[in-house]
Protein backbone atom coordinates (compact mmCIF):
# COMPACT_ATOMS: atom_id res chain seq x y z
CA UNK A 1 0.00 0.00 0.00
CA UNK A 2 2.91 2.76 1.15
CA UNK A 3 4.54 1.40 -2.08
CA UNK A 4 1.91 1.83 -4.43
CA UNK A 5 1.39 6.05 -2.79
CA UNK A 6 4.92 6.43 -3.22
CA UNK A 7 4.91 5.45 -6.76
CA UNK A 8 1.62 8.04 -7.44
CA UNK A 9 3.13 10.76 -5.62
CA UNK A 10 6.01 10.38 -7.88
CA UNK A 11 4.21 10.32 -10.78
CA UNK A 12 2.17 13.52 -10.19
CA UNK A 13 5.60 14.83 -9.68
CA UNK A 14 6.77 14.01 -12.45
CA UNK A 15 3.38 14.96 -14.58
CA UNK A 16 3.81 18.59 -13.05
CA UNK A 17 7.40 18.64 -14.25
CA UNK A 18 6.24 17.87 -17.81
CA UNK A 19 3.34 20.16 -17.60
CA UNK A 20 5.47 23.07 -16.09
CA UNK A 21 7.71 22.72 -19.19
CA UNK A 22 4.86 22.51 -21.65
CA UNK A 23 3.95 25.98 -20.24
CA UNK A 24 7.69 26.95 -20.54
CA UNK A 25 7.87 25.95 -23.97
CA UNK A 26 4.48 27.28 -24.68
CA UNK A 27 5.35 30.70 -23.54
CA UNK A 28 9.22 30.96 -25.38
CA UNK A 29 6.76 29.82 -28.66
CA UNK A 30 4.63 32.88 -27.74
CA UNK A 31 7.17 35.40 -27.19
CA UNK A 32 8.66 33.99 -30.46
CA UNK A 33 5.86 34.69 -32.93
CA UNK A 34 5.03 38.05 -31.36
CA UNK A 35 8.41 39.12 -32.16
CA UNK A 36 7.81 37.65 -35.50
CA UNK A 37 4.71 39.82 -36.40
CA UNK A 38 5.16 43.22 -34.60
CA UNK A 39 5.89 44.94 -37.21
CA UNK A 40 3.28 44.03 -39.52
CA UNK A 41 1.16 44.10 -36.52
CA UNK A 42 2.54 47.73 -36.38
CA UNK A 43 2.02 48.74 -39.49
CA UNK A 44 -1.59 47.69 -40.34
CA UNK A 45 -2.56 49.23 -37.12
CA UNK A 46 -1.07 52.47 -38.58
CA UNK A 47 -3.03 51.96 -42.17
CA UNK A 48 -6.32 51.70 -39.88
CA UNK A 49 -5.43 54.90 -38.15
CA UNK A 50 -5.09 57.09 -41.15
CA UNK A 51 -7.99 59.24 -42.54
CA UNK A 52 -7.48 59.29 -46.22
CA UNK A 53 -8.67 55.17 -46.71
CA UNK A 54 -11.95 54.22 -48.03
CA UNK A 55 -14.59 52.59 -45.63
CA UNK A 56 -13.91 48.87 -47.58
CA UNK A 57 -9.64 49.98 -47.61
CA UNK A 58 -10.14 49.95 -43.83
CA UNK A 59 -12.36 47.02 -43.74
CA UNK A 60 -9.56 45.14 -45.23
CA UNK A 61 -6.93 46.40 -43.49
CA UNK A 62 -8.90 45.43 -40.09
CA UNK A 63 -9.65 41.43 -41.77
CA UNK A 64 -6.18 41.38 -42.46
CA UNK A 65 -5.20 42.58 -38.88
CA UNK A 66 -8.04 39.37 -37.78
CA UNK A 67 -6.21 36.82 -39.59
CA UNK A 68 -2.70 37.37 -38.04
CA UNK A 69 -2.25 34.64 -35.81
CA UNK A 70 -3.70 34.02 -32.70
CA UNK A 71 -0.27 33.86 -30.57
CA UNK A 72 0.95 37.13 -32.39
CA UNK A 73 -0.45 39.61 -30.11
CA UNK A 74 1.77 40.73 -27.27
CA UNK A 75 -1.10 40.36 -24.69
CA UNK A 76 -1.72 36.76 -25.52
CA UNK A 77 1.91 35.51 -23.18
CA UNK A 78 1.96 36.11 -19.63
CA UNK A 79 5.16 36.76 -16.64
CA UNK A 80 5.68 33.00 -15.53
CA UNK A 81 8.51 31.67 -12.92
CA UNK A 82 11.49 30.15 -14.15
CA UNK A 83 11.88 27.92 -11.91
CA UNK A 84 8.44 26.46 -11.30
CA UNK A 85 6.44 28.01 -13.92
CA UNK A 86 3.64 29.58 -11.98
CA UNK A 87 1.60 32.10 -13.41
CA UNK A 88 0.18 33.72 -11.08
CA UNK A 89 2.23 36.26 -8.30
CA UNK A 90 5.08 35.95 -10.75
CA UNK A 91 7.27 38.90 -10.15
CA UNK A 92 8.11 40.70 -13.40
CA UNK A 93 11.74 42.00 -12.68
CA UNK A 94 12.96 38.80 -11.41
CA UNK A 95 10.78 36.08 -13.20
CA UNK A 96 10.20 34.29 -9.93
CA UNK A 97 7.05 33.13 -8.37
CA UNK A 98 6.09 34.58 -4.95
CA UNK A 99 7.65 31.86 -2.88
CA UNK A 100 10.52 31.02 -4.86
CA UNK A 101 11.18 34.89 -4.30
CA UNK A 102 11.26 34.33 -0.39
CA UNK A 103 13.59 31.08 -1.26
CA UNK A 104 15.56 32.80 -3.03
CA UNK A 105 16.26 35.93 -0.64
CA UNK A 106 16.37 33.55 2.04
CA UNK A 107 19.04 31.71 0.90
CA UNK A 108 20.78 34.74 -0.46
CA UNK A 109 21.12 33.61 -4.34
CA UNK A 110 19.66 36.74 -5.39
CA UNK A 111 22.33 39.44 -5.35
CA UNK A 112 21.39 42.81 -4.08
CA UNK A 113 18.33 41.74 -1.79
CA UNK A 114 18.76 40.28 1.90
CA UNK A 115 15.64 38.93 4.04
CA UNK A 116 14.02 41.86 5.91
CA UNK A 117 14.36 40.16 9.11
CA UNK A 118 17.42 40.60 11.19
Given at each position: ???CQMNTQ???????EVRKQNWLRLEQY???VAQRYVFKRACL????????????????VMLSLAHLPRQSRI???STRCR??????????????????????????????LKLGRT
Open positions: MLCRDSFLRLKRIRALKREGSLTFWQKTNTKFVTGRAHQALRNVQLARMEFRRATREGSLLG
